[in-house]
C-alpha cells in the first residue's frame, strides 16, 4: 500500500461481493451474485438511534449494502439490483432490473 503526503492512511479497507448465506466471497466469473460489502473509515459505523437495522447491515466486520452484484476475475463488480427490490419466483431470483430492461428493449412497447 502507497500513502502520499496529505493522505495518512486509505480510506477504503476492503469492497468485496459475498454470499449471503454463507459470507464467502462469490465466485469471479461475472454471472454469480451476491451482496455488495465495504468496510474502512469512510463506512458510517452504525444508525443513529436504530440498534436493529445496524445489527442486521453489518456482519462480520462488513457492512452489507444491500446492493447485489457480480465480481468479474479482474475485481471488478458490476451492480446488478438492490436486494429489497429481487422478485422471487418459482423459487428464481429475478433481478427487477432485468425484468425492467427486457420490457424497455422489447419491439411492442414505446418509450
Known amino acids: 500500500m502507497q500513502v502520499r503526503q496529505g493522505v495518512a ?3 477504503q479497507e476492503g469492497l468485496s461481493v459475498l454470499n449471503a448465506t454463507t459470507g464467502e466471497v462469490v465466485a469471479n466469473d461475472g454471472q454469480t451474485m451476491g451482496e455488495i460489502v465495504m ?12 440498534q436493529e437495522a445496524t ?5 462480520n466486520g462488513w457492512f452489507w449494502t444491500g446492493d447485489l452484484g ?15 427490490d429481487l422478485i422471487i419466483s418459482g423459487g428464481e431470483n ?4 432485468e425484468v425492467e430492461r427486457a420490457i424497455y428493449n422489447h419491439p411492442a412497447v414505446g418509450e
Open 55 to 59: 445489527q442486521e447491515s453489518f456482519k
Open 70 to 84: 457480480v465480481l468479474y476475475p479482474d475485481r471488478y463488480i458490476e451492480l446488478k439490483d438492490r436486494s429489497k
Open 94 to 97: 429475478i433481478s427487477s432490473v
Open 39 to 50: 468496510r474502512g473509515n469512510i463506512v458510517m459505523k452504525g444508525y443513529l438511534k436504530n
Open 9 to 11: 492512511y486509505p480510506v
